[in-house]
C-alpha cells in the first residue's frame, strides 16, 4: 500500500532478459532499512525487491506486468517514481494507492497555467466510470487531483495540474505530448466499480 507521495526518482542502471526482465536501479535510499523481499512502488507499479546494494536495488518485472504498464518505463537509463509502502502511523499526504496499474494513458495536452503545467490525459473509456472531478488519480506514482472530466469517442479524457514542486521532485517534469503513463484509478471507485457490475449480473 502506497500514498502516490514519491521520496525518491531512480534510475534503471542495467536490464537482464531471464525469465523475466531484471532491473538494477540505482536510488538514495538507505538500503540498510530495505528488506529482500520488500515492496518498492516503480512509476506506479508495486514491485519486489529480490538483491541490493549500497546504492541499488534490483526488481523482477513480469512479462504480464511489462505488457501492461506504460512504454520506456523498463529501460536503461529510464527515471522511475520510487516510493516505499506505507507504515502504520504514517502520514496520508496522497490517497490510498495499491501499485496496481489499472491502465495505460496518453498525455494528448500539456500547457503552462500560471506557475504549474496542466496535462491532458487520455484512457481507455472502460475507465470512465472512475474518474471523477477533484477526485484522485495515479499517475506513474504520483497522486494528483483530476480537474475536469469528459468522454469522447476515443476515449476519456482528464486533465491534472502539476504544480512547481511535483515537477521537481517526480518525473512528471518533464512531461511531453505523446508520452505514456501508468494510470490507476482510486482503489474505492475500483471497488465501487465491482459491486455495481456484480449486482447488474
Avoid at 134 to 149: I, Y
Amino acid at each position: 500500500m502506497f500514498t502516490g507521495i514519491i521520496t525518491d526518482i531512480g534510475t534503471v542502471r542495467k536490464l537482464e532478459q531471464k525469465g523475466d526482465l531484471r532491473l538494477t536501479i540505482g536510488c538514495g535510499y538507505d538500503l540498510s532499512t530495505v528488506d529482500m523481499g520488500a515492496s518498492i512502488s516503480c512509476s506506479g507499479a508495486c514491485l519486489t525487491v529480490v538483491d541490493k546494494g549500497d546504492d541499488w536495488f534490483a526488481v523482477d518485472v513480469s512479462q504480464e506486468t511489462v505488457s501492461k504498464t506504460a512504454a520506456g518505463l523498463w529501460a536503461e537509463g529510464a527515471r522511475l517514481n520510487l516510493e516505499r509502502p506505507l507504515r502504520m502511523g504514517d502520514e496520508l499526504g496522497g490517497h490510498i494507492v495499491t501499485g496496481h496499474v489499472d491502465s495505460v494513458g496518453e498525455v494528448i495536452d500539456v500547457f503552462p497555467e500560471g506557475d504549474s503545467t496542466r496535462i491532458g490525459i487520455r484512457v481507455d473509456r472502460s475507465l470512465a466510470p472512475a474518474i471523477a472531478q477533484k477526485g484522485s488519480v495515479c499517475l506513474d506514482g504520483v497522486s494528483l487531483t483530476v480537474n475536469d472530466v469528459s468522454d469522447a469517442e476515443d476515449g476519456t479524457r482528464f486533465s491534472v495540474n502539476i504544480i512547481p514542486h511535483t515537477a521537481h521532485e517526480t518525473t512528471l517534469g518533464d512531461i511531453a505530448q505523446g508520452r505514456q503513463l501508468n494510470v490507476e484509478i482510486d482503489v474505492i471507485a475500483r471497488y465501487i466499480d465491482r459491486m455495481l457490475a456484480a449486482r447488474a449480473q
